[in-house]
C-alpha cells in the first residue's frame, strides 16, 4: 500500500481522514480515526478478562486495575500522583488504594516506573495495556516480566511472547 500525490488526505463526517490507495488494484483504502471522546490505548483483552473472572482479586482490585488501564500515560511513564491522589479520585481510603496497588505490583500488574519521596510511581504494565505504536510497546515488555494472573494461561499457542 502507498499514499499517492494530492489524495493523500480527504475531510470526512469525524475530521480529517487519510486516503490510503491499494498500490495494486488503486481502490482507496478506507480509514478513519476512532471515535473515542481523547486519548486512547490498546489493550490485551485476554489478560483483562483473567483478570476480572479470577477469584485472587477483589472487586475494588479489580476496579484500580481497570482505572490503571485508563489513567497509565502514554509510553511507559508513571502517573505522577500519590495513594492520597488516587484515593480522591476512586473514592477509597488512601490505606487501600496502597495495599492494593502493592498487591497489583507483586502480580506484576502494575509496575513501579518512579518515585516522590517514599511514595511509589506506578503504571500499569505494558502486557496489559500500553499507549503508543506496537514496536513501542515491544521494548516497554522487554523491561518487564509478564504479569502473574491466576487462571491466565501463558502458554497459549501463538501468543507473540513465545515467538
Wanted: hydrophobic letters at 35%; glycine letters at 10%.
Amino acid at each position: 500500500m502507498e499514499q499517492r500525490g494530492n489524495d493523500r488526505c480527504t475531510e470526512g463526517v469525524l475530521g480529517a481522514v487519510r486516503r490510503l490507495v491499494d498500490a495494486d488494484t488503486g481502490e482507496p483504502i478506507p480509514y478513519a480515526p476512532y471515535a473515542f471522546s481523547g486519548r486512547h490505548t490498546q489493550v490485551d483483552k485476554a489478560r483483562v478478562e483473567a483478570i476480572t473472572e479470577s477469584r485472587a482479586f477483589t472487586p475494588s482490585e479489580k476496579f484500580l486495575v481497570l482505572w490503571w488501564i485508563g489513567v497509565s500515560p502514554e509510553g511507559m511513564e508513571p502517573l505522577r500522583a500519590t495513594g492520597a491522589d488516587i484515593a480522591k479520585r476512586v473514592g477509597m481510603s488512601t490505606d487501600a488504594v496502597g495495599k492494593i496497588n502493592r498487591k497489583l505490583t507483586k502480580h506484576r500488574i502494575l509496575v513501579v516506573r518512579g518515585r516522590i519521596g517514599n511514595y511509589k510511581l506506578y503504571r500499569i504494565s505494558p502486557y496489559i495495556a500500553f499507549h503508543g505504536t506496537g514496536l513501542e510497546q515491544r521494548e516497554a515488555v522487554k523491561a518487564c516480566n509478564p504479569p502473574d494472573i491466576p487462571g491466565f494461561n501463558e502458554n497459549t499457542p501463538a501468543r507473540w511472547e513465545a515467538k
